[in-house]
């Protein structure tokens, strides 16, 4: 059944699987599904034996870029994207977070001059030794843990 | 523009023994006519009468002439200037900015706007590397080295922006930190976490007491009433932060006290008589070390 739904029904677009349950919502956000006019289906707390729960999103007739995936990894590292045509997997891609992430992530600090000037955010990604994935605001030098960021 | 210092971080280990072999050579002389011709501005978005004067004097030894404002209810910003057009305009004038704000990363901003290199003298909580770089010239002075010192940091290391950055600039030269403070002014985890990644020992320590018998710089800082939720808990622990005379006994000879100043009451008036209390010096120590960073951003040779 859960295999059906991922694949199946999809002729052409974009499945993305592996999100995190909590973080479905955020990658609608990422890719402005909201006023997607085609085919959308969306499945949130699937069982899966990998992570335990997990969400998946289904695209008719869109297909994503790198530059998207690598926003997605931002709040679904594990991701795995499949491109999808005629019915077939021709291609398979893992997210990754790139070493810098201009304007989509919003700086949580009131005080930092992209919150209060015309300035678009940038973002460090930094990855320490105990595996936490911090994005370093350029400007104001915070950190912030990347599962907080909040996207524009 | 890449001869700007907006952060200590934009500065690697060779850059900073540089500014300070440069304030050394401005110590030994400090009226030169390296800045004759040139223009700095200084712009104080937010006021700071101790900084703005050290790097007004560090220009006027030098024989510059200055500009600016010393704080923003008299510039063209209180009529609604953006930041940006305040910064392009002043660049026309002025061949370096100095430039102090209350919104963090100013200065960063300013600094890609224009080609004028700009210098950062206060970002809000975030940067204020000549700060960091009189404290270096200060520890390098005293000590005669800045290698393999034994360092306890004492006071608000929560939000003491001087202390963070001085961590980061003195890892290059293998320190061994003692951090002591309340426990609702601990040192953030993620500067634990950096001298965890780069083999940097520190301990922690929540009294201040007997504990720095083989300090080489005690550093203290202001332990402020408007950082503490509970007031209770701030008259409890203001006292027990406060840095007597007696308290000296059984420290190095070579020790020395330092302080960003202004102090509040965390170092005892008997202390400034000691020849171990380096603070005054320290804030003198500034007007060289700001000699050197306006020359090597301006590219001059002396
Ligand atoms: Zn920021």
Partial sequence: MEKELKVAALRNGTVIDHIPAGQVFKVVDILHLHHYENQITIGNNLDSKKMGSKGIIKISDRYIDEAEANKIALVAPEAKINIIRNYEVVEKRYVTLPQEIREIVHCPNPKCITNNDPVRTVFHVKKQANGQILLHCHYCEKDLKCENAKIN | ?302
Avoid: W
Wanted: hydrophobic share 35%.
């Fill in chain 2, 1 to 302: 523009m890449k001869n700007s210092l907006v952060s200590i971080s934009d500065y690697g280990k060779d850059e900073i023994l540089e500014i300070l072999d440069l304030a050394a050579h401005f110590e030994a002389n400090p009226n030169q006519k390296v800045l004759e011709g040139k223009v700095i501005a200084t712009l104080f978005f937010e006021p700071s009468t101790r900084t703005r004067l050290s790097f007004e004097t560090a220009v006027n030894r030098l024989g510059g002439r200055v500009i600016g404002f010393s704080d923003a209810a008299t510039s063209s910003s209180s009529k609604g200037e953006s930041l940006n057009d305040t910064i392009k305009i002043v660049s026309n004038y002025a061949d370096v900015i100095v430039m102090r704000h209350y919104i963090e990363g100013a200065a960063r901003y300013a600094s890609e706007i224009t080609d004028t290199p700009i210098v950062n003298a206060g970002d809000g909580s975030n940067q204020h590397p000549s700060q960091t770089l009189l404290d270096l010239y200060s520890i390098r002075k005293t000590q005669g080295t800045l290698e393999n010192l034994d360092l306890t940091m004492v006071g608000d290391l929560k939000y003491g922006r001087t202390v963070h950055s001085l961590i980061h600039a003195m890892y290059h030269f293998h320190p061994t930190f003692h951090f002591i403070a309340p426990d609702e002014l601990k040192m953030p985890e993620e500067y634990k976490l950096f001298c965890k990644e780069h083999n940097i020992p520190y301990t922690e320590d929540a009294i201040l007491e007997g504990n720095f018998s083989k300090t080489d710089i005690l550093y203290m800082t202001r332990v402020q009433k408007e950082r503490f939720q509970d007031l209770m808990e701030y008259e409890r622990v203001k006292d027990v932060y406060c840095l007597h005379r007696d308290m000296l006994e059984g420290t190095k000879d070579t020790m020395r006290i330092l302080h960003p100043l202004p102090r509040v009451n965390e170092i005892d008036m008997d202390v400034d008589t000691s020849e171990k209390a380096y603070y005054f010096q320290q804030a003198q120590n500034g007007l060289y070390v700001r000699q050197a960073i306006l020359t090597k951003v301006l590219g001059l040779s002396i």
